[in-house]
């Protein structure tokens, strides 16, 4: 029903920036909780950020101060731009949808940050 689509990934030098798009299928997406998880090797699979239908967002504290979550509902597309990447940041980041059975997950996008 809901088919998630990220883009954006890529490699960047520490200190760069970059902006991953998601862009979902279906007609619950403005009305439904979207964001972002991250998976780097050897660690749990943790929110990076979220953003609810009414607006309100939360952020991991260690990207808090440098990531930025905005939605656009007229295209189903939820973003996240990365500023001052660091090497830290390197995961794999998936794009989700909390629909009302569970999530709807992306396939994943590879974010690497040089050092």
């Known amino acids: 029903q809901v088919q998630l689509v990220e883009s954006g990934g890529g490699l960047v030098q520490a200190g760069g920036s970059l902006r991953l798009s998601c862009a979902a299928s279906?007609?619950?997406?403005?009305?439904?909780?979207v964001g972002w998880y991250r998976q780097a090797p050897g660690r749990q699979r943790e929110l990076v950020a979220g953003?609810?239908?009414?607006?309100?967002?939360n952020y991991a504290d260690s990207v808090k101060d440098r990531f930025t979550i905005s939605r656009d509902n007229a295209k189903n597309t939820v973003y996240l731009q990365m500023n001052s990447l660091k090497p830290e940041d390197t995961a794999v980041y998936y794009c989700?949808?909390?629909?009302?059975?569970?999530?709807?997950w992306g396939q994943g996008t590879q974010v690497t940050v040089s050092s």
């Open positions: 279906g007609s619950i997406f403005s009305i439904s909780t």
């Open positions: 953003v609810r239908r009414d607006g309100s967002s």
């Open positions: 989700y949808l909390n629909g009302f059975m569970g999530n709807y």
